[in-house]
Nanobody, 115 residues
Framework: AQLVESGGGLVQPGESLRLSCAAS????????VSWFRQAPGKSREFVAG????????NYADSVKGRFTISRDNAKNTMYLQMSSLKPEDTAVYFC?????????WGQGTQVTVSS
């Protein structure tokens, strides 16, 4: 089983970026999926999640209204659309998939927001 993130990079404040996470080796559509991030010197924190059943989503307060999580089960891929980026969004972003006792993490992709 594997999760591979892509789409990170360096952007200026106020700009947008879309992260992707491609899954393989497990039944992606039956897993709840989420994005987490970890800034230097800080613990990993939840950013956004989307369920496997009804597609309901939830977000950390810090990104609500700016970030949108989505999934395409036909492509075994999840996304994080990030808008109005702020310097405090700078972090390594990780995708995560979980179902029952099974859980997988991606390797992370760096997002840097700086002028």
């Amino acid at each position: 089983a594997q999760l591979v993130e892509s789409g990170g990079g360096l952007v200026q404040p106020g700009e947008s970026l879309r992260l992707s996470c491609a899954a393989s080796g497990f039944p992606f559509s039956s897993y709840g999926v989420s994005w987490f991030r970890q800034a230097p010197g800080k613990s990993r924190e939840f950013v956004a999640g989307i369920s496997s059943t009804d597609g309901s989503t939830n977000y950390a307060d810090s990104v609500k209204g700016r970030f949108t999580i989505s999934r395409d089960n036909a492509k075994n891929t999840m996304y994080l659309q990030m808008s109005s980026l702020k310097p405090e969004d700078t972090a390594v972003y990780f995708c995560h998939a979980a179902r029952s006792i099974f859980a997988y993490w991606g390797q992370g992709t760096q997002v840097t927001v700086s002028s």
